[in-house]
């Protein structure tokens, strides 16, 4: 096989799963994609469709395939399982996704492989935990689609405040991928300047923070409600964690992963900027916070850590010393902060 194989097992040929396997095939990262699902049908259309687009984009194979036939992927992004309905928190699906996963897991993980596991289905955090506790794999090697999505709903809604394109500005979301996230306003810039700061240098309005931060947190409940699923642009952000991975880029991009020591939380995947390349998760930045950040952050942790505790997660292997469980710590909140779970 030539050195620059490269295939990418998708499970889960819904929406999601589509979207993700027509980005990647317009992108020319990989040589294969393997699509596989429950509805055979369903993964045998879709491969289809997408197969009949060979004469316009660079060679690659596109094959309908069974669980077995990921244990051999570089890279294996997981998004089978129940989708959000209008209405529903993503924290809802929690039970029926990591029952979910505790059926496809075991049948799509090589331990002794060196695959990348790149959980999209949703509660995203608390399912990237279950996927570390149910495989046994090093936390390197599971990652979450996490805020990359929400960063980019970020810095699109800067863009059209401060006219300025969305890859010249540096923004993050972190925590939960759902409504405890936080965006970290404190660190926005385009070229250094703030927002704002770009704002009056351009002469045009500034962004209304709080009109920003609630469009952000509550965009995936809008476009659910007009079109029944969010799946292109988290197509597009899963095409871009696996061409870190796959171009080994030690690009900074908010995934969900273990974090363990960071601001005082343990135990617990959500996300923070961190260092994506060919092995995976190398490494989470302590970003500095402000102290409403960080208590948001840390409440954040918090009811993420509780949910977990709620599903009696069990591992078959010992767990390694730095998944033992601890605890976060809050901080007493500054008088008037929201002391919301949500954040709203």
């Not at 300047?193 to 704002?199: D, G, K, N, Q, V």
């Not at 996300?271 to 500095?288: A, D, H």
Request: glycine share 8%; aromatic share 4%.
């Amino acid at each position: 096989m030539p050195s620059d194989f490269r295939k990418i097992a998708v499970v889960g040929a819904g929406s999601v799963g589509a979207s993700v396997a027509y980005a990647l095939l317009m992108s020319g990262l990989v040589s294969e994609i393997v699509l596989v699902d429950i509805d055979k049908n369903r993964a045998e259309g879709e491969a289809m469709d997408l197969s009949h687009g060979a004469a316009f984009v660079k060679p690659i194979k596109i094959t309908v395939g069974e669980y077995k036939d990921c244990r051999d992927a570089d890279i294996i992004v997981f998004t089978a399982g129940a989708g959000q309905k209008p209405g529903e928190t993503r924290l809802e699906l929690v039970h029926k996704n990591t029952s979910v996963l505790r059926s496809v897991l075991p049948q799509v993980i090589d331990r002794a492989g060196d695959s990348i596991l790149l959980m999209v289905s949703n509660p995203v955090d608390v399912l990237t935990y279950a996927a570390l506790r149910l495989t046994g794999l090093p936390p390197n090697r599971v990652i979450g689609s996490g805020t990359v999505l929400d960063s980019s709903r970020f810095r699109h809604l800067i863009s059209e405040n401060c006219l300025v394109e969305p890859r010249n500005i540096h923004a993050y979301v972190i925590g939960e991928h759902g409504d405890s996230e936080i965006l970290l306003w404190s660190k926005a810039n385009i070229a250094g300047l703030s927002p704002e700061e770009f704002c009056r240098w351009r002469n045009t309005p500034c962004p209304d923070r709080q009109t920003v931060t609630k469009s952000v947190r509550n965009a995936a409940y809008e476009i659910i409600a007009r079109k029944g699923a969010t799946y292109f642009a988290i197509g597009l952000a899963v095409r871009r964690i696996c061409e870190c991975i796959l171009r080994d880029e030690n690009s900074i991009l908010t995934v969900s992963g273990l974090i363990n020591g960071v601001h005082g939380i343990n135990d617990v995947c959500l996300s923070m900027p961190c260092l994506v390349n060919r092995q995976g998760l190398v490494q989470v930045l302590p970003v500095p916070l402000e102290d409403d950040e960080k208590v948001a952050l840390l409440r954040s942790a918090a009811m993420l850590h509780s949910i977990q505790e709620k599903l009696e997660l069990g591992a078959t292997e010992p767990i390694p010393p730095e998944m033992q469980p601890s605890k976060p710590k809050l901080p007493t909140p500054k008088p008037g902060f929201n002391e919301s779970p949500y954040l709203h």
